[in-house]
């Protein structure tokens, strides 16, 4: 099967990906309360203006454009300020980001990169972005409402286990401290 075309128009069952990559947490005070969501809110704000994101495939996640996207999301992490590492993609339709069941809807708009080789640049048919009156800071906490609710999550290929695996890990822990306390309990 040929690798999927993307329309000018963004359909309502297009999955539609945020790029995530390992950032080092910031430690707190011991016993420090942790916050109480799963995905940061500094993987949807975007220093550029518009949030970006992916569009992974037309009815469902299709492998063969992560297979093209992968080497992309890679090359950008290696460009980042400090050096990061590509761990995937949080997702969700975009029907769910266009009407979602509380607050306003965010446009999902094609905007497809041409290649330039002078300036680096490799093309990416797949790229979107957000179009949106919400200030970006509202918007951030939009986005990350709507993908923690969906919580879909495509890990790259490639993708460094170990530090997924400290996020599950870290992640479980707030939630399990959270529910019966940080008491050190001798036998």
């Excluded at 790029?19 to 500094?42: M, N, T, W």
């Excluded at 993609?89 to 029907?95: D, E, I, L, N, S």
């Excluded at 769910?96 to 990416?124: F, M, W, Y």
């Amino acid at each position: 099967m040929a690798l999927w075309k993307p329309d000018n128009i963004v359909g309502s069952a297009e999955r539609i990906g945020r790029r995530f990559f390992e950032r080092k947490p910031l430690v707190g005070a011991r016993g420090q309360i942790s916050r109480p969501h799963k995905y940061d809110i500094s993987y949807f704000q975007d220093s550029r203006g518009s949030i970006s994101f992916d569009r992974l495939g037309a009815q469902s996640v299709d492998g063969k454009v992560l297979k093209y996207l992968n080497p992309l999301a890679r090359e950008a992490a290696s460009k980042l300020t400090p050096k990061a590492t590509f761990i995937g993609w949080a997702y969700a339709t975009a029907k769910e980001l266009q009407e979602p069941n509380d607050g306003g809807g965010i446009v999902i708009e094609p905007s497809p990169i041409a290649e330039d080789a002078a300036q680096g640049i490799r093309e990416n048919v797949y790229h979107a972005h957000a179009v949106t009156t919400l200030q970006d800071y509202w918007l951030a906490l939009h986005l990350r409402q709507i993908f923690e609710r969906h919580n879909k999550f495509q890990t790259a290929a490639n993708a460094p286990h170990v530090g997924l695996l400290r996020h599950i890990r870290n992640f479980a822990t707030r939630k399990l401290k959270g529910k019966f306390g940080n008491k050190n309990r001798s036998g």
